[in-house]
């Protein structure tokens, strides 16, 4: 789903309400992301809030079964319409304010990939399906027991004498 700009600087107080409801197949085929977004345009800088809900198939670090995670979280990001390369011609430090996506003159924004990447940004980094998981559960069933490297073999047949 793209937004054009254009499109929103012709409304009154230049805001747009997104509701947004789409299968994004990276994360779970079967249930929709919904997502409750605002655009709002402010001279030369866009603001983008709201509310992202997700249900997402992870698989656990631990154990490698296949688990599902209901994500729910708040989202504020802001786009500058021309690029800051430009304001700042030399090197300049950054701010809180400073960081945001330039747009390059852009006139529509991909709302279908900032979901995704909003998503991609909440998913933790220790993925585990129960908070109890041990990890015994599946994964013997990946790791080779009887593994035997037959360039070793030759440190089987060394004797170790012992001094009395």
Do not use: W
């Not at 809180?96 to 006139?107: I, K, M, T, Y």
Request: aromatic share 8%; with cysteine.
């Amino acid at each position: 789903m793209k937004i054009k700009i254009s499109e929103i600087e012709k409304i009154e107080n230049k805001t747009k309400t997104i509701n947004f409801s789409e299968i994004i197949e990276e994360f779970n085929p079967k249930v929709p992301v919904n997502a409750s977004l605002e655009i709002k345009i402010l001279t030369d800088i866009i603001k983008i809030s709201g509310e992202i809900e997700a249900e997402i198939n992870l698989t656990c670090d631990k154990c490698l079964k296949e688990f599902t995670k209901n994500l729910k979280f708040t989202v504020e990001e802001i786009y500058n319409r021309y690029s800051l390369q430009d304001s700042y011609n030399q090197e300049f430090e950054i701010k809180a304010d400073n960081f945001s996506q330039d747009l390059n003159g852009e006139d529509e924004i991909d709302i279908t990939d900032f979901v995704y990447q909003s998503i991609i940004l909440h998913i933790p980094n220790k993925l585990v399906c129960d908070i109890n998981c041990n990890g015994d559960e599946n994964i013997n069933k990946y790791i080779k027991t009887d593994y035997s490297d037959p360039r070793l073999e030759i440190f089987k047949k060394i004797k170790i004498e012992k001094d009395n």
